[in-house]
């Protein structure tokens, strides 16, 4: 059985529209079973989201993220329970995040104007690629998955939705039953995972 994890999505503790509790019950709606929110330097969200999952035995699992406004580029964390300094240096914040027992994912890469990382050294460090983003242009993605393989590195994929409406239209599936937290970071460090998500308006599904 392969479960549905959307690994970006942004609640109204950043720049989203949405309720934590709102996202929950759209991503449940839609058959997501694994979440990242994954707020601009906080992890408010996700702390949050795994506290409602918990009070109210919501079915979807939650990993802790953030996503990092470093000075080269946004960079996705996760599995760690400190936040990050904004506008810290990439490589500095990825080191930071291996001592938290944390990993990363360069976000929505060579998409310039939303501070995606387009230089390839950073590639070469971070722990995963986002390799589909929703809000991304079809070349960003197939570009970062291009890359993810040469560098041989892991994957993540989301919607980057921010409003709940639009959660669940960029995930990863994940060949695992019940897992934990590090039980998914470690799927997606090894790259055994596929990835999906809606393109051009059609449901497009990628093998890894």
């Not at 035995?57 to 990993?63: D, F, G, M, Q, R």
């Not at 802790?64 to 500095?92: C, F, M, N, P, W």
């Not at 960003?140 to 041989?152: D, E, G, P, T, V």
Request: proline share 2%; with cysteine; aromatic share 8%.
């Amino acid at each position: 059985m392969l479960l549905k994890a959307d690994l970006h999505v942004h609640s109204n503790h950043s720049d989203g529209k949405s309720s934590v509790r709102e996202i929950l019950k759209s991503a449940i709606s839609k058959g997501i079973e694994v979440i990242s929110i994954t707020d601009h330097d906080t992890l408010n969200g996700s702390l949050e989201a795994i506290e409602v999952v918990r009070e109210e035995h919501l079915p979807v699992k939650v990993v802790r993220g953030v996503e990092i406004s470093t000075s080269q580029g946004h960079l996705l964390a996760y599995g760690i329970d400190r936040e990050i300094e904004k506008g810290i240096d990439l490589i500095e914040a990825v080191e930071l995040v291996r001592d938290l027992g944390g990993i990363t994912s360069l976000a929505h890469p060579f998409q310039f104007y939303r501070h995606g990382a387009i230089r390839l050294k950073f590639f070469k460090v971070v722990d995963c690629i986002e390799v589909f983003n929703a809000r991304s242009l079809p070349i960003f993605n197939i570009l970062s998955n291009y890359f993810r393989k040469r560098y041989r590195r892991g994957l993540t994929a989301g919607s980057d939705a921010h409003h709940k409406d639009f959660v669940g239209i960029g995930y990863v599936l994940l060949n695992l039953k019940d897992p934990s937290e590090i039980d998914v970071l470690n799927a997606l460090t090894s790259g055994n995972c596929d990835f999906a998500g809606k393109m051009s308006g059609l449901l497009w599904r990628f093998k890894c």
